[in-house]
């Protein structure tokens, strides 16, 4: 079983076949289950509650992007999907006893699905202030760590280290990336490039000393290209989280369920073990992980 420390981060270790306190989950079914039977004639009534027609449409409908791995893949071969994502949503269904419907989809695009209820849910989405003005989030489903990517022999372990004028830092302009380089070093010379793959160009280049990225990303990037430089988590660890989005509505009790359904799932390990699994497709393996990164 996973156990928080006191910020109430989870620790990524080895562990069991850890459950779900099942009696504690199903009781909770029950009461949402008779919550919304008892609401049923008014709902008819009127337009149907995200919850209430998930459970009556006996479908759950979610947007995956295909080639975001190793949050979402759609097999080019059979239209298959896997990742992380697709792993935690399938549980979620099943846990309903529902079948799970993937509507492809773009990072750009899933808020326009989700506003338009072609989904009623989107696994992967940072609560951006602009974001939360239009659809609702539930809480963190996993904390991805900032990380430097560096070029070799950089003696950079802190953020105070790269928050030094002669230091180059390449980001994606507008990033989260970005925002947490301004935070940490402000001092430091930040190339802002159109896109993450043209930052990793310029630290492949030289003209930049490392890029900033999520753990996920970076760690995904190193295991394409190994010699393109070493892997570090700067001091004090600060860390973006990825949530998933509702579409905004007067009755939060969908999104309330699935937010309780999350983290009954991060406390029983189950998070991150489909995390750790699905990092696989991308070629990274557990022990690639840094010792002691918190989800």
């Known amino acids: 079983m996973a156990r928080a420390n006191r910020t109430g981060r989870l620790k990524l270790h080895k562990k069991g076949n850890a459950m779900i306190n099942r009696r504690h989950f199903n009781k909770f079914l029950g009461l949402a289950a008779i919550s919304a039977a008892a ?7 009127s337009a149907n509650t995200s919850l209430e027609r998930v459970k009556a449409s006996g479908v759950l409908r979610i947007g995956g992007v295909a080639d975001g791995a190793p949050y979402y893949q759609k097999s080019l071969a059979d239209g298959s999907w896997r990742g992380f994502y697709v792993d935690i949503c399938q ?8 079948k799970l419907s993937i509507l ?9 699905d989700l506003q338009a ?20 989030f539930s809480g963190p489903v996993f904390r991805n760590a ?3 990517v560096t070029r070799k022999g950089l003696e950079a372990k802190t953020w105070e280290d790269f928050d030094k004028p002669e230091m180059r830092i390449a980001v994606d ?17 930040v190339a802002r490039l159109k896109t993450a793959s043209d ?5 492949q280049a030289g003209r930049a000393d490392a890029q900033c990225l999520v753990l996920i990303l970076a760690l995904t990037l190193r295991a394409k290209n190994a010699a393109i430089g070493d892997l570090v988590m700067p001091t004090p660890p600060d860390f973006t989280t990825s949530n998933a989005g509702f579409r905004r509505e007067e009755d939060g009790s ?8 999350i983290t009954a799932n991060r406390e029983s390990g189950f998070v991150r073990d489909a995390i750790v699994r699905n990092m696989g497709l991308v070629g990274v393996k557990e022990s690639d992980f840094p010792p002691n990164f918190e989800i």
């Open 146 to 148: 900032f990380t430097m």
């Open 199 to 203: 930052a990793t160009a310029a630290l």
């Open 254 to 261: 969908w999104k309330e369920f699935v937010d309780q359904w």
């Open 39 to 45: 609401s049923l004639p008014a709902l008819r009534a």
């Open 91 to 98: 549980k979620l269904a099943d846990d309903l006893g529902l």
């Open 173 to 189: 302009a507008g990033s989260s990336h970005d925002a947490a380089v301004s935070r940490h070093a402000a001092k430091a010379e």
């Open 104 to 112: 492809e989809t773009t990072w750009g695009n899933s808020v326009l």
């Open 117 to 136: 209820d072609k989904v009623d849910v989107f696994f992967g989405l940072n609560p951006t202030p602009e974001r939360q003005k239009v659809i609702d």
